[in-house]
């Protein structure tokens, strides 16, 4: 069981990235599977940003992120994508995908740095 997150980096503040979190192995068919980003910086709490539900695709973000991120998903690629414009120094973080279907799967993270 495996969620794979990539695409993090440096970027500079009013700058874009994509999140991908691509998913393998799970014990049910990834279309079940409510798929959340979640982010934490350091000395604080992780974070709820964004997510999206199952087949109808449902999706909820943080207050803070609201318009300026958007969560998807390619149930065929198994994969859901985070667009993320408008950076801000506050969004630095690292960027956890976490599946949830009964159980919880996390990936390892990937690292997002705003700042110019």
């Known amino acids: 069981v495996q969620l794979v997150e990539s695409g993090g980096g440096l970027v500079q503040p009013g700058g874009s990235l994509r999140l991908s979190c691509a998913a393998s192995?799970?014990?049910?068919?990834?279309?079940?599977?409510?798929v959340n980003w979640y982010r934490q910086a350091p000395g604080k709490e992780r974070e709820l940003v964004a997510a999206?539900?199952?087949?109808?695709?449902?999706?909820n973000y943080a207050d803070s992120v609201k318009g300026r991120f958007t969560i998807s998903r390619d149930n065929v690629k198994n994969t859901v994508y985070l667009q993320m414009n408008s950076l801000k120094p506050e969004d630095t973080a690292m960027y956890y995908c976490?599946?949830?279907?009964?159980?919880?799967?996390w990936g390892q993270g990937t690292q997002v740095t705003v700042s110019s």
């Open positions: 192995g799970l014990a049910f068919a990834f279309i079940n599977y409510n």
């Open positions: 976490n599946a949830r279907y009964f159980s919880d799967v």
């Open positions: 999206i539900g199952r087949a109808y695709g449902t999706t």
